[in-house]
């Protein structure tokens, strides 16, 4: 005969608290907790998620891995020369759209995004880059020298000089030439 109370004895044993497919719940509050392999979905503070064995789930770029966005392809010869005048050209309008103060914004872009396309590209953003950090330092001595009235005219003066440079180093650029610009050190290599 058997007991009417041994099935309600079996239901009473306490029970595992993972779900039917043997996930622990996620802790109250709404957190996750460490090891818990959920839908791949993130937690609320952004993180993503990984399973107990350290699997990464899909998407999730890996360190050390380079991706496809990362991967800078080296430009053609012509896209380089294009680039190089670019690197010339930027500065030279900003200097007097915005008295010589813009330029080196210029430059820098360039340089940031061009400088591993190329080595052709590379040298103008780097001429380019020179140029414009001799440009500004020439800038802030002439602030300088507007207090004894000389600065009023070589601020405009290493301006003009600047865009001159930075034309001749588009030509030399479009032209396929590697050059040195004038009056200018290498500060970036």
Same mark, same amino acid.
């Given at each position: 005969?058997?007991?009417?109370?041994?099935?309600?004895?079996?239901?009473?044993?306490?029970?595992?608290?993972?779900?039917?497919?043997?996930?622990?719940?996620?802790?109250?509050? !709404?957190?996750?907790? @460490? &090891?818990? %392999? #959920?839908?791949? $979905? *993130? /937690?609320?503070? !952004?993180?993503?998620? @990984? &399973?107990? %064995? #350290?699997?990464? $789930? *899909? /998407?999730?770029?890996?360190?050390?891995?380079?991706?496809?966005?990362?991967?800078? $392809?080296?430009?053609?010869?012509?896209?380089?020369?294009?680039?190089?005048?670019?690197?010339?050209?930027?500065?030279?309008?900003?200097?007097?759209?915005?008295?010589?103060?813009?330029?080196?914004?210029?430059?820098?872009?360039?340089?940031?995004?061009?400088?591993?396309?190329?080595?052709?590209?590379?040298?103008?953003?780097?001429?380019?880059?020179?140029?414009?950090?001799?440009?500004?330092?020439?800038?802030?001595?002439?602030?300088?020298?507007?207090?004894?009235?000389?600065?009023?005219?070589?601020?405009?003066?290493?301006?003009?000089?600047?865009?001159?440079?930075?034309?001749?180093?588009?030509?030399?650029?479009?032209?396929?030439?590697?050059?040195?610009?004038?009056?200018?050190?290498?500060?970036?290599?």
């Amino acid at each position: 005969m058997t007991q009417p109370h041994d099935h309600d004895q079996h239901d009473a044993q306490p029970q595992d608290p993972r779900d039917p497919h043997g996930q622990a719940p996620p802790p109250p509050g !709404g957190g996750d907790p @460490q &090891g818990y %392999q #959920g839908t791949g $979905q *993130q /937690g609320y503070q !952004g993180a993503p998620h @990984q &399973g107990c %064995q #350290g699997v990464p $789930q *899909q /998407g999730v770029p890996q360190q050390g891995v380079p991706q496809p966005w990362q991967q800078q $392809q080296v430009l053609s010869p012509q896209d380089q020369r294009n680039y190089g005048m670019l690197a010339h050209l930027a500065p030279a309008i900003a200097i007097p759209l915005s008295a010589g103060t813009l330029g080196f914004v210029a430059s820098l872009v360039v340089y940031l995004m061009y400088k591993d396309r190329g080595d052709f590209v590379r040298a103008h953003a780097v001429n380019s880059l020179n140029v414009q950090i001799v440009t500004a330092i020439g800038l802030i001595l002439s602030t300088l020298l507007t207090v004894i009235l000389i600065g009023f005219i070589t601020y405009p003066l290493i301006c003009v000089v600047a865009v001159v440079i930075h034309v001749i180093g588009a030509s030399k650029a479009r032209n396929g030439e590697l050059w040195s610009p004038p009056l200018t050190p290498a500060f970036v290599r």
